[in-house]
């Protein structure tokens, strides 16, 4: 009976796992991807668009609306933070969301941060992002 018990548990907290481990904050399908943008990494500024700071780690550069459609707010970007540009070991990820509508070929700066209390951050002077996407939740 013991036994019986201890693998009725068990199969229904799997179950329940695999059902509360939907998509993550970044790459979410439940949100409504973009496909009418073009982004660049990179401002006057900083024309890298990658800077180590003391709180953490910093991507920023442009997105333009390149449809024929206005993207209306509220709107958002997204992104994976890497170690380094193979793309082998994320570190996270970060979200932005926008409460202004960007209009057809209007451009707007975008800025993604990560940090954690868990990393030194200095030590990934050569960190880049992949899976950039602007978005509206559903």
């Not at 695999?18 to 991807?33: A, W």
């Not at 943008?37 to 500024?45: K, N, P, Y």
């Not at 390149?66 to 380094?84: H, K, M, Q, R």
């Not at 926008?98 to 954690?116: H, I, M, P």
Request: charged share 15%; net charge negative; glycine share 8%.
């Amino acid at each position: 009976m013991y036994k019986s018990y201890l693998l009725i548990s068990l199969i229904v907290c799997v179950i329940m796992m695999v059902i509360s481990c939907g998509d993550g904050v970044i790459g979410s399908k439940s949100n409504r991807t973009i496909s009418h943008i073009e982004w660049s990494l990179g401002t006057l500024q900083d024309s890298t668009g990658y800077v180590v700071t003391n709180s953490g780690l910093k991507a920023t550069g442009t997105i333009t609306n390149v449809g024929d459609t206005t993207i209306l707010a509220p709107w958002y970007v997204e992104a994976e933070f890497y170690v380094d540009s193979t793309f082998s070991f994320i570190l996270g990820g970060d979200q932005v969301s926008y409460n202004e509508n960007l209009y057809v070929n209007n451009s707007r700066f975008w800025t993604l941060e990560f940090s954690s209390s868990e990393i030194d951050e200095s030590l990934y002077q050569d960190f880049a992002i992949k899976n950039f996407r602007a978005f509206i939740k559903k």
